[in-house]
């Protein structure tokens, strides 16, 4: 377990700190400056308890209920009832790196003040993580207008009610407490509000996607770079005056990571048997991941602005004397981001199966017809082509928006939503299934390698080559492929793949 702290004052979380608090589950701690502001923003709001001026979730209902009143004396009472009522998710669970991610995101955007929420939830949320308390959240759900459907989850833990995880360990959350020296909060004007309406459980699955997407990324070049070895491609498009001159970011990365792993190669030294121009599956596989690469970007930029920007409805202006009803928890932006990764995501699969299938093709290899060792007695990589194929199908599926697809809820009154928590899962799934594919390419780049015979590997591919030897032999004879793929789908999804590979810097 990681013991570094990690510094919050509401405006400097990094992606790279949600990360180590979510999954090293390093400490968190307050500055004073920030504590200060949650400390004044809640005097204020205490100031307009007997208001007769109207706030939305304080001192009048929520939704459609915006115009029932609540008496300061039912507070506890109400927000106590917004929760429960707000406990409407239902399976899969989120896991304890995401919700982590979750509280600490809205742990820090709390400190920005315009929440007004007692100090004493806010030192809950710092609590939580520090002890290792992670309350059971469940994903479907959420609308993506705000993830109040699952985050009020976190709220029924700390009133002691619901189930969390403690260590590891499932139990009752009023136990979890009792284990951990807390007390339950007593719930007050605006706290259930503050509780629920945010993005949080979205925006640390999206943070979780970035870290895991950025590990892919690298393998995902690593294994187009081995099998433009074993189909022998070209390599001029990857030269740098012609990748200058495109201008684009994320090509320029991937086609250096490239260069990289075939440093040293036999493709570098012209020789005879190599197309003029090869398909655009290959000569270009490298802008595609390019463009993947591009659209992270943007979704990161996005994901930095929400880790330090308040969502809040009403949001709470302390030196103005107002709480007013705003929009802050839309998160259109970033779901669009979101899935525009998808659909970039969808090019690099269906390009990776193009080559494989080319891999598979003497025509384009000068090998033999399914990169078979005997052509008369073993059918090699033949009806592997089905598997990658229906992956594909499901992330070109899995690839299309969903945040349009929104219904006009509670009296007409919430008329938009983004659908965000389906999004971000979609993204998931999508990222699995590309595990599989390039482990089934990295299979197919490896075989048409050993039948190539003596030929020079790059400084990198030559070590990938040998992390995929390790797990999956030559195809000497027909054999389970699914045993294969499932052993190249786990050195992918552990990052193995990279294992002493130069220049990866992982």
């Known amino acids: 377990m990681n013991n570094q702290h990690v510094m919050i004052d509401g405006q400097h979380l990094s992606i790279d700190q949600v990360i180590q608090v979510a999954v090293k589950k390093s400490e968190v701690t307050i500055t004073d400056a920030a504590w200060k502001k ?22 009048r209902g929520v939704g459609l209920n915006k115009d029932r009143k609540v008496d300061p004396a039912h507070f506890e009472g109400f927000n106590r009832n917004l929760i429960l009522s ?29 929440t007004g929420v007692q100090p004493q939830i ?14 059971v959240i469940h994903e479907r759900g959420s609308i993506g207008a705000a993830d109040i459907g699952c985050l009020s989850a976190i709220g029924l833990a700390m009133i002691g009610e619901g189930e969390v995880y403690f260590n590891d360990e499932c139990m009752s959350a009023r136990e979890a407490l009792r284990l951990s020296g807390l007390e339950p909060v007593k719930l007050g004007p605006k706290d259930g509000l503050a509780i629920v309406s945010s993005n949080a459980l979205f925006v640390g699955k999206t943070v979780l996607l970035i870290h895991e997407l950025e590990r ?39 086609a250096k990571l490239i260069c990289d792993y075939l440093e040293n190669s036999y493709l570098w030294n012209g020789h005879q048997r190599r197309n003029l121009q090869d398909p655009l599956s290959y000569r270009g596989a490298f802008s595609v991941h390019g463009s993947v690469r591009d659209a992270l970007d943007y979704v990161k930029g996005q994901v930095r602005l929400y880790l330090n920007a308040s969502e809040d409805n009403p949001a709470v202006l302390p030196e103005e004397r107002q709480i007013i009803s705003c929009a802050n928890y839309e ?25 494989m299938i080319k891999l598979a093709n003497p025509t384009f290899t ?24 229906a992956l594909d199908a499901e992330i070109q599926d899995l690839c299309q928006p ?17 659908n965000s928590i389906y999004a971000v899962q979609k993204s998931k799934k999508i990222i699995e299934n590309l595990y599989y594919i390039f482990g089934m390419e990295a299979m197919h780049a490896a075989q048409a390698i050993d039948l190539r015979g003596s030929i020079v590997l790059g400084e990198g591919t030559k070590q990938a080559y040998s992390r995929i030897r390790q797990c999956v032999p030559f195809l000497n004879e027909d054999r389970n492929l699914s045993l294969d793929m499932q052993q190249m789908y786990t050195l992918l999804q552990e990052s193995k793949l990279l294992i002493n590979v130069m220049k990866a810097d992982v």
């Open 366 to 389: 000068g090998l033999t017809r399914f990169l078979t060792p005997r052509n008369q007695d073993v059918l090699g990589f033949a009806t592997i082509q089905k598997a990658f194929a």
């Open 122 to 135: 806010v030192r809950m949320y710092q609590q939580f993580l520090n002890k290792h308390l992670c309350p």
């Open 331 to 355: 998160i259109t932006s970033l779901v669009q981001g979101v899935e525009m990764l998808n659909i970039s995501l969808s090019h690099m699969a269906r390009i990776a199966c193009f080559r």
């Open 216 to 254: 892919f990324l690298k393998q995902a070049d690593l294994v187009y770079a081995l099998s433009l070895e074993g189909f022998d491609g070209n390599v001029t498009p990857l030269h740098s005056h012609v990748i200058q001159a495109k201008k684009l970011n994320g090509q320029k990365v991937s």
């Open 86 to 114: 707000h406990c409407i998710s239902i399976d899969p669970e989120s896991s304890i790196e995401t919700v982590r991610a979750a509280m600490l995101i809205r742990l820090n955007i709390m400190l920005l003040g315009f």
């Open 402 to 418: 969903v945040s349009p697809h929104f219904f006009s809820l509670a009296g007409d009154i919430e008329d938009h939503a983004t």
């Open 38 to 59: 949650v400390v004044d923003s809640r005097r204020f709001v205490e100031q307009q308890m007997d208001s007769e001026n109207p706030v939305y979730g304080m001192n």
